[in-house]
């Protein structure tokens, strides 16, 4: 039986605690082990095997939360740290979906439909509950926000490098789908944002806040393109990757390192030049 499998939305990730023991557990359960908890009764999967799945790495959004903070970006960290807890949420309930097909798909088709379903339902759930819908690119473009507040602030460092290292990794290798998230808006009823402010930035003459700052100006191009047809997109897609190349220079990383469909989008569509903001 063949079950379509949905991407996990989250990004490469680096490790919570799991509780001492099912034996020992705190009266107050870690989110990691209420959800093992959900899941097993959703799914009949072993608690132990369910704490696994629960057992997350720390993701690119959570790294950056973090710089945002100890950068004095409270509300931006927080709002960002929220975001990661819901995509991995969503994450977790998916790969338990996908764990079930594995153990189930010659034996029990029937479970393995049922599951998968109701895992599905439980993600989206998550999305709805934090005011966003499955499929939708609200939670990524305001990652990519908070992205550009750390290019900002690192703008007025005299090394801003860690700052920018984070920013520049929750960017990944997708200029097509970068062009399509830094034009999107962020989750109903929430404030809207804006890269309005990009133009006047100031700060340090070190290389590090140069780049930075000129890799937040450049977000705000690309932010300012419409959503007209294919023209567009690909327009917005070579700036973003103009933006990557000064997020690596920000972060103190050869241009483009480690970005290969970036270096192939500047080869094929940009004529291998890099324009200045």
């Not at 379903?117 to 690119?137: H, K, M, P, Q």
């Not at 990524?140 to 005299?158: C, Q, W």
């Not at 070190?206 to 567009?232: C, I, L, N, Q, S």
Request: with cysteine; glycine share 6%.
């Amino acid at each position: 039986m063949d079950i379509e499998r949905i991407e996990h939305p989250g990004r490469a990730r680096r490790g919570h605690g799991p509780p001492e023991s099912e034996t020992t557990m705190p009266k107050k359960q870690p989110r990691a082990a209420q959800l093992a908890r959900q899941i097993q009764a959703t799914t009949g999967l072993p608690y132990t095997d369910c704490l696994k799945l629960c057992d997350l790495p720390e993701t690119d959004w959570a790294l950056l939360a973090r710089e945002l903070r100890q950068a004095g970006l409270i509300e931006a960290a927080d709002d960002l740290h929220a975001l990661d807890a819901v995509n991995n949420e969503a994450g977790t309930w998916i790969t338990a979906a996908t764990e079930i097909e594995h153990r189930h798909h010659y034996t029990d088709s029937a479970k393995v439909r049922r599951t998968y379903d109701v895992c599905i339902d439980a993600a989206e759930a998550a999305f709805n509950r934090a005011g966003s819908e499955w499929g939708t690119l609200d939670i990524d473009a305001e990652a990519f926000h908070a992205a550009y507040l750390a290019l900002k602030k690192a703008g007025t460092l005299h090394d801003g490098r860690t700052l920018a290292r984070a920013a520049l990794d929750v960017f990944g290798d997708d200029p097509l789908g970068y062009s399509d998230i830094i034009r999107s808006q962020g989750r109903r009823g929430r404030p809207s944002f804006t890269y309005d402010t990009a133009a006047t930035l100031t700060g340090p003459d070190t290389p590090t806040a140069v780049a930075a700052r000129k890799a937040a100006r450049t977000m705000a191009y690309a932010a300012a393109t419409p959503f007209r047809g294919d023209e567009e997109w690909y327009e917005a897609a070579g700036i973003m990757v103009e933006v990557i190349w000064h997020a690596g220079e920000a972060a103190g990383s050869s241009p483009l390192l480690n970005h290969p469909n970036c270096q192939e989008h500047l080869h094929d569509f940009m004529d291998n030049e890099i324009l200045e903001p």
